[in-house]
């Protein structure tokens, strides 16, 4: 596919919010090489909705492959990209329809911010030392018992502004100071490892379990974003969510209820069915049919029970965006969530 510019997009999208979001963040590249390749020669029925190959999709990926889409009369279509930033930029340009759980909620709410109603939440996947998904990974033979003893080595984490941000409040909760950490996709975390490229990454599943299953890496740590971000090993880390562009909503509303309820269903389906849901990871992340069973889920709650502590821990997770100046103003969760 030709690479796109920002002064050829199509006349419907605000160009000087495109050029404000790849100035917000650092990013360099042409739509073309941000877009897959063909992923949107769709009609007008298709519903294109971004993911991230991690474990935090698999709502997305149950519904997909049981038929709940199609059992509800929708076309969608899953289209995998990269990194959280550029699922975000994808639904900022209007080239997806929206994007699926395990897309990192800090690169959502700086897409908030950079086009204020962009889109609305409608499931997140909370997280922490039980409900496993992020974790700290080191190779086999490290001697490292704790994340503090990795002074002075190099850290790796997964691209984007959030999995930079978490890891280094990470390390300097861990007493780091002034910590530098490389961004690496999240499928050469383990192969990095074993290699002796990275002497530790913060990373996200099925990352933990590919490393320990292929014997490339051992997990240090599970948890850490509620243990050290939050500051309660048994907090709920809200750090991923699915969520409908406002103008499908609004364009679309029995579509976007068709949708929701699909989705819906998925997630009932992972909780009273969670063995055979994991079989719905292969094929949409690196995890292979032999290592499925060992993989952890993380939670996933719907719109409807972001409320209470739930809606407290999420925006405390925001506060501290807003708090590192990620964020150039302060977010109110609650106004991003989808309300029916």
């Not at 030709?2 to 997009?9: A, G, H, I, R």
């Not at 959280?84 to 930029?89: A, K, L, S």
């Not at 496993?132 to 704790?146: I, K």
Request: with cysteine; aromatic share 8%.
């Amino acid at each position: 596919m030709k690479d796109v510019k920002p002064e050829n997009l199509p006349l419907n999208l605000d160009r000087r919010q495109l050029m404000k979001w790849l100035a917000v963040t650092g990013s360099a590249m042409t739509l073309g090489s941000l877009l897959p390749a063909g992923a949107f020669a769709a009609d007008d029925e298709e519903i294109r909705i971004g993911y991230w190959p991690i474990v935090g999709g698999l709502p997305l990926y149950v519904a997909l492959e049981q038929g709940f889409f199609k059992e509800a009369g929708l076309n969608v279509k899953g289209v995998k990209f990269s990194s959280p930033q550029q699922i975000v930029e994808g639904m900022i340009t209007g080239r997806i329809h929206g994007c699926a759980n395990g897309t990192a909620t800090g690169a959502l709410g700086l897409g908030a911010i950079t086009m204020p109603g962009l889109f609305k939440i409608i499931c997140s996947n909370p997280s922490n030392h039980r409900l496993v998904l992020d974790e700290f990974l080191v190779p086999l033979n490290s001697t490292a018992q704790s994340i503090s003893d990795l002074q002075g080595k190099k850290i790796a984490c997964g691209p984007g502004i959030q999995n930079v941000t978490m890891a280094k409040i990470i390390l300097e909760k861990n007493g780091f100071s002034d910590p530098s950490v490389i961004e690496l996709p999240v499928g050469q975390h383990a192969p990095a490892l074993a290699a002796g490229q990275i002497d530790g990454v913060y990373t996200l599943e099925p990352t933990g379990t590919v490393g320990r299953m292929k014997n490339l890496s051992r997990t240090l740590e599970t948890g850490v974003i509620s243990k050290y971000v939050l500051g309660n090993a048994d907090a709920p880390w809200f750090g991923g969510a699915a969520a409908l562009n406002s103008s499908f909503i609004e364009s679309k509303p029995q579509q976007t209820k068709a949708f929701i309820a699909a989705y819906q269903k998925a997630v009932a389906f992972i909780a009273s069915q969670p063995e055979q849901a994991r079989k719905n990871i292969v094929g949409y992340t690196s995890i292979e049919s032999d290592l499925v069973n060992e993989v952890p889920l993380p939670g996933f709650v719907m719109y409807s029970d972001l409320k209470g502590d739930n809606l407290q821990w999420f925006q405390k997770f925001y506060d501290v965006f807003t708090e590192r100046k990620i964020f150039s103003k302060p977010i109110d969760v609650a106004a991003l969530i989808y309300q029916g």
